[in-house]
Structure formats: C-alpha cells, structure tokens
Nanobody, 126 residues
Framework: QAQLVESGGGSVQAGGSLRLSCAASGLSFGNYAMAWFRQGPGKEREFVAAIRWSGSTRYYADSVKGRFTISRDNAKNTVDLQMNSLKPEDTAVYYC???????????????????WGQGTQVTVSA
C-alpha cells in the first residue's frame, strides 16, 4: 500500500527558510508526478507546487513562485520543497501528494492526486 510521509515542518520567523521532505513507499515512484498542497487556518486546500516524474517540468502557484522550489530524487523516492523568504500567509499544513504520471487532469487541482500524506505544520510568525 502506498504511503507518503512528510517531515521538516516547524516554526520560523518571516523571511526565514524551511525545507520539507516527503518519503514515498509502496509505489513505483518514478511513474508518479508529485505535488505539495497546503491548507491554512480557515482556508481551502490549495496547490503549491508539482513536479513531473522525470523532474523535467515543475509547476508553481503564483503565490510561491520565485520563493519555493520543488525537487525530487527518484533513487531515494523523495520529493522536497525548499521554502525561502517565508511569509506569515504561508502558515499552513503542507501535504505531499502523488499522481500516476499518465492520469488525466490538471497538475494544479487536488482531484488528480490519488495518494496523500498526513501533513506537516508550517508556522511563520511576523
């Protein structure tokens, strides 16, 4: 059974950095697109970033473009999210998600993704 486990969340001051990691097991990682979503307090879950199976193409929400970087290591079955210049509005629970590479649908919407992690909290203070 597929499992995604996030790590690396925590508390940081505005302007700081955090690196999230997601370890995948129970799936052929190289056949899956990976993504990060987040859900802030009182908000809907929203797309943050995604990366295709090969790592050749990446997608970002406008709100994080230029500050966040998604990367993957297919040898280690991991996907990371480097978050720089953090803002209080980045405060959220961050979720890792996996989608079979050839599944139809937008990379930006959560209905594409079949497997989800339990989430990791990121808190950014002003």
């Amino acid at each position: 059974q597929a499992q995604l486990v996030e790590s690396g969340g925590g508390s940081v001051q505005a302007g700081g950095s955090l690196r999230l990691s997601c370890a995948a097991s129970g799936l052929s990682f190289g056949n899956y697109a990976m993504a990060w979503f987040r859900q802030g307090p009182g908000k809907e879950r929203e797309f943050v970033a995604a990366i295709r199976w090969s790592g050749s193409t990446r997608y970002y929400a406008d709100s994080v473009k230029g500050r966040f970087t998604i990367s993957r290591d297919n040898a280690k079955n991991t996907v990371d999210l480097q978050m720089n210049s953090l803002k209080p509005e980045d405060t959220a629970v961050y979720y890792c998600a996996a989608s079979y590479q050839y599944r139809s649908g937008s990379y930006y919407t959560d209905d594409r993704y079949r497997y989800w992690g339990q989430g990791t909290q990121v808190t950014v203070s002003a």
